[in-house]
């Protein structure tokens, strides 16, 4: 850990970015954090192409290797979602050393599946939040100045409302939760406050994905479920019936697990951090 | 059960079908089976519409235990898939009789969520196979009359090659089966041959939900797994980079689950018929 500008490396574990990416976004840190400004160093790696993904299974897990082994950098910040995480965990959990817990790690979607096998490995600064792609967003420069706030000041603005030192929360894509369960990677959430989100998925498709979440026994120890937004949803042919607030309640009925409410957390410019666990204050982190 | 013709009811667990199908169904059975056609009972409900559904889940509950539970009737024969299945289990499990045990049930792709809610309570007749809407297939003739001749006669030329009295044997869809991972409703398949099938899901979606279910302690308890029909399979943007029958061996490879070849299943009209457990010839059954 450095004592004065951080480091953050950026590996791929699903799909690659373009290195012009990884040059906005040097500029666009250096631009908002002046002398503070993170150093970014981007692994090589994340600019291959291996078929869908980023370089094949080992290289991309090597690459998250190199990066969470190396006690020079602070935090492990994914490029990207797509898919392939999931691929990577079991080679990467083999790999991990010690270093590897003494950094952060933030992403979501198919970051998911990685967080989620660090998580079981009782890793305590995991995120759900803004990834280095979601520049490309438009008007995504908030995006991912809020993921590099969280990653060097732990600002508290960056936080999704709900989260909080008192209680641990976790938050998920929908259907990369629902492929955890029953394996080896599914996190013990008990107690957590679970906020999930979804992007460009039929309703059906998601109502199946929450039926399977809420039917495992071990879900049904979260403190309760928040819906994060499910955007966009493409149209259902007959029409579902149902908005996805109605769904998301009818599951935690069915299930017994309390639904909260909403959160702000989603695949869009204004996805929050949250925390896996209870949120620590930078000094305490 | 009947000593002459067979009582076949039909139910609609998930979308709905069109009257003119159960009457077009009624008059091929005729044809094909003269006087030792089998009753075909269309269960009201399977015309009726709610959303997404052929009624909504009390609805269509109720009209699968109508069925499920009257002795006069040799089968149940799901009408169609789409999605419903899983929502209706745990209502249509609490309310079963004993006389649901001694009925044979046929269905695949949304269908399969029921059956192995079933086979986890040691149903013996459970069968993957054609659905009456397969008709409205081109060709969809030989689908339907298959699936009446292995309710009729349990004749062995309807059987998928590999199936055999000697070993168990199980089929299912791919996302159907994924969801089923860590829910009290995932079968015991324990030295079972599985057999896997999709349709219209992208490659990286169907990696995904494969490395889901091989990821799962007791699916890696199976003899092996056969590989159906993935068809169409939407092209991947970029390219995936493996065949399918490439990511089937890559994780049977990883969980150490044999890989037995191919299976004649799939969402089309050569799809066999892959009975739940051992295969019992009709005078067995």
């Not at 792609?133 to 709900?162: K, N």
């Not at 599951?251 to 909260?260: N, R, T």
């Not at 702000?264 to 930078?282: A, L, Q, T, Y």
């Amino acid at each position: 850990m450095s004592a004065g500008r951080i480091r953050i490396g950026v590996v791929a574990p699903g799909g690659r970015i373009e290195p012009a990416l990884a040059e906005k976004l040097t500029a666009l840190a250096q631009a908002q954090f002046k002398d503070r400004a993170p150093e970014l160093l981007f692994h090589p790696q994340c600019f291959l192409s291996s078929g869908h993904f980023a370089g094949n299974d080992k290289t991309r897990a090597e690459a998250f290797l190199d990066v969470a082994n190396d006690a020079n950098f602070d935090a492990l910040w994914f490029a990207r979602g797509g898919y392939g995480s999931a691929r990577l965990a079991e080679r990467v959990l083999a790999g991990l050393t010690d270093a590897a817990r003494h950094k952060t790690y933030l992403g979501y979607s198919d970051a998911g599946s990685m967080l989620a096998a660090l998580y079981t490995r009782g890793f305590q600064n995991l995120a759900h939040g803004p990834m280095a792609a979601d520049l490309t967003r438009d008007g995504g420069e908030q995006a991912v100045c809020r993921a590099l706030a969280y990653l060097v000041d732990r600002a508290p603005e960056t936080l999704e409302p709900s989260v909080s030192p008192d209680h641990p929360s976790a938050a998920f894509n929908i259907m990369i939760l629902s492929h955890l369960i029953g394996t080896p990677l599914q996190p013990d959430l008990t107690g957590h406050v679970l906020m999930l989100e979804e992007v460009g998925e039929y309703m059906y498709r998601v109502d199946r994905s929450l039926q399977h979440i809420v039917s495992n026994a071990d879900i049904r120890k979260t403190a309760g479920i928040r819906l994060g937004r499910w955007s966009p949803i493409p149209p259902n042919d007959p029409d579902f019936g149902q908005t996805e607030e109605e769904v998301i309640r009818h599951w935690c009925a069915v299930s017994g697990i309390p639904y909260l409410g909403r959160a702000d957390i989603g695949h869009d410019i204004h996805n929050k951090i949250v925390p896996f666990g209870r949120f620590k204050p930078r000094a305490a982190a």
